[in-house]
Each structure stands twice: as C-alpha cells, then as structure tokens.
C-alpha cells in the first residue's frame, strides 16, 4: 500500500517512469519534522503491537492478560517468553520487541523480568552501550538483573578472562551499580518518550519516524504565503530532494552533473546560491534592500540570513520563495529546453514578478510590506544597465 502511494506521488496517475526524489519514510514524517505528515501504515502497525507489549508488561487483572499469561508467560514476563510455536500475534510481538526498548525504562526491584545488559535501568541507555568491550565478552547477552546479583555483589559473568582495560572498564561498572541493590517487589515499567512516562502510540511512532527530533523551521516552508506547488518545491529544496543533475546522478540518471550555466557540480546550494546567477541576483536583494550579507546556503537561509534581515521572517521566507521559483525554472528553461535567458536581469524581473503575483495570498496586515519590498526591489532591477552583464560574463559578482 505504501508503495502504491508513493508511485502516486511522484508519478501521479500517470504510467510513465518518474525518479522518487524522497524516500517513503521522508514524506511520512509529520510536517513539523520536515515531512509530508502522510503516515505511514507499516510503521503505525509496528507501533500498535508495541502498545501491545506495554499493556502485557504492565499486566492486568481482566481475562485477556490471564489467557496470555497461562498460555505463554508461565515461567515469567513476555520477554522471557518463547516466540516459537506460539500464534501468529505473539510471534509478531516478538518481532517489534526491540521497538520497545527504544522508550522503555526499567525500574528495577527484584530484577527478575529486566535486562542486565539489554533494557535501560541504570542511567539512559542500556549498559551494552555504555561498555560495549564488556558487552561483547558477557556469558549471557540476555542476563535478567536478578542472575547477575548474588544478594550482597554484583557477579557478571564473562566467556573468558578479561584484558587489563576490560578489567578496567568493570571496575567502572561495578563502581557505577555499586548504590543499586535488588529488593522485594515487581519491576516497573515506564516510557520515556512521554512527559506522561506512559506509553503512547504517537510517541513513538514520532520517535521511528525521525527520533522524535523536531526540525527547526522545517514549519518555515508550510507557512509561507506561496501557492502550494510552491510550498512543495521549498519542501523538496530544503530537504535536497529536487531534481538537480547531481542528485540525478546518484539516482543512476546519464546526463552530465554539471551546471549548464557555469560548468560545476549542480546540487540545491549551487542553483540557489552559489551559481553566478544566484549571485547576482543575491547581490540585487542585497543592494536594492540594504543587507550586509548574502545567504550561501539553505543552512545559512534559516539560520542567519532570515534572523538578520531588517524585515520580518516570514517576508524573507517569501522573497526567498519567489526568487528561488525564477532560479529553478529558469535553470529548468536552459537545462531541459536549451532556452537562455538573454541575461541576469532578466531573471531579477521574474523573481520580482513571482513575489508581485503571490503578495495578495499575505495575510492583509502584511500586504503592504509585501509591496514596499516589491517597489524596492523594482527600483533596483529598472535602474541596472543590462549592458553591464551579459549571461556568459556575470562571474566576477
Ligand atoms: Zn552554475
């Protein structure tokens, strides 16, 4: 089904071949993680049997917990149970088991159905990655807490006797459990990626999607006031997922990786702010605008350009739109239909164009910043000598 969907995005309904530009798991992030927010049906299985796991870990009183308990966690929890000849659902909790490590925390009491070396229960992630030498010698990998602790020491056993910095690395470990001791009762569960500590399907469906990382002004391409298409193309250009030549290349494509205006290698930074004519038209915006500096990349867009304009955020996010619009179909004209313009200005003019056309889209409250930037900018282009810059010798800006 998944598949289904994502030829349908990058191809339509059309039968002809298309190059998928972004990767499934991409587009399904949720918009506030540079995503499409489209979900992702396997994924969200995967996390609905984890919700699974949580309830039978966390047991209960109600007749499913004791039919699954008598059928298949005699000798203890549903980690200590065996995935072989079970029924198809238990075998599929087996097989999302280590999804649920991801966001578990153990709180440890009588050990008995914790990990040693496996679950987190000492510090923020499990002892394996924190002495992964260590790890690699243990006798047991899936050691519960309760075998490695005789009553009064904690006892780990290895396959072999330990080297002098392994020996070391355990006295590190035994010095860091040293304050944790075994006592009487169950051992808790509770989920970290929840402020709640409780075990949401979301969470971690947020966590698998991206780690749960929310992107900085990944919002900034949703928000602009631009019609969607649009909004689309700041999407793919701000996650490299445009069709430039050398992210063609990568996808096998034959054609050459270079720039057909200039002669480098052709990626989202190059078009937008690195090839001669992104320059000029970056210089244009700084001179008819007053700023010190041009952005030289996406990074440095978001991060310092927008911060540092003397206008709004949103309204460089615009400008940017517009002008990087003129740029990708400009450079589209030369590279797919051989079609030059006949020089740099020409260009300033469709950008200044773009951004005139989509000002009525701003909120009303914004309009008329949109238009004073508009006539400045105008300004600028109708007082440049078009003599002065042919397309072929824009180099030196
Ligand atoms: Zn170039």
Redesign the pocket.
């Known amino acids: 089904m998944d598949q289904i969907r994502s030829n349908f995005f990058w191809q339509g309904a059309k039968e002809e071949f298309r190059y998928h530009m972004a990767k499934m798991d991409t587009i399904c992030r949720p918009k506030n993680q540079g995503g499409l927010g489209m979900i992702n049906t396997s994924t969200m299985n995967e996390c609905l049997l984890v919700k699974w796991i949580w309830r039978i870990a966390k047991g209960s009183n109600e007749t499913w917990f004791k039919i699954l308990q008598a059928k298949y966690m005699q000798n203890g929890s549903f980690f200590s149970s065996s995935p072989r000849g079970a029924s198809q659902f238990w075998q599929s909790l087996h097989k999302v088991k280590h999804l649920f490590k991801w966001g578990a925390i153990f709180q440890v009491k009588d050990g008995a159905n914790t990990m040693f070396w496996e679950d987190t229960w000492k510090g923020d992630t499990p002892i394996k990655i924190q002495f992964p030498d260590l790890y690699k010698m243990c006798a047991n990998p899936r050691a519960r807490v309760a075998d490695c602790w005789d009553g009064e020491n904690w006892i780990i056993p290895f396959r072999r006797s330990l080297t002098t910095t392994e020996k070391d690395d355990l006295d590190k470990l035994l010095l860091w459990l040293q304050p944790s001791s075994l006592s009487v009762g169950l051992d808790n569960i509770t989920w970290a990626l929840e402020n709640s500590k409780v075990f949401s399907t979301k969470s971690l469906y947020s966590f698998m999607t991206n780690r749960g990382v929310m992107l900085k002004d990944s919002n900034s391409c949703w928000k602009v006031r631009t019609p969607l298409k649009i909004k689309v193309f700041l999407w793919q250009l701000s996650n490299d997922r445009l069709q430039t030549a050398t992210a063609l290349k990568r996808r096998g494509w034959k054609g050459s990786h270079?720039?057909?205006?200039?002669?480098?290698p052709?990626n989202v930074d190059?078009?937008f702010f690195?090839?001669?004519?992104?320059r000029f038209l970056w210089a244009g915006v700084g001179e008819a605008l007053g700023l010190a500096q041009q952005p030289g990349s996406w990074e440095d867009l978001v991060a310092t350009w927008s911060k540092n304009c003397n206008f709004p955020k949103h309204l460089g996010m615009l400008l940017f739109a517009s002008l990087a619009w003129a740029l990708w179909t400009t450079r589209n004209k030369m590279a797919i239909e051989h079609i030059f313009p006949n020089n740099a200005i020409q260009t300033f003019h469709v950008f200044v164009g773009f951004m005139q056309r989509w000002s009525p889209l701003s909120k009303a409250s914004n309009r008329e910043k949109v238009r004073d930037l508009v006539e400045l900018l105008k300004a600028w282009a109708m007082g440049f000598r078009p003599s002065m810059t042919s397309i072929s010798d824009i180099e030196f800006l």
């Open positions: 270079l720039c057909c205006l200039c002669g480098k052709e190059h078009i690195r090839c001669s004519l992104a």
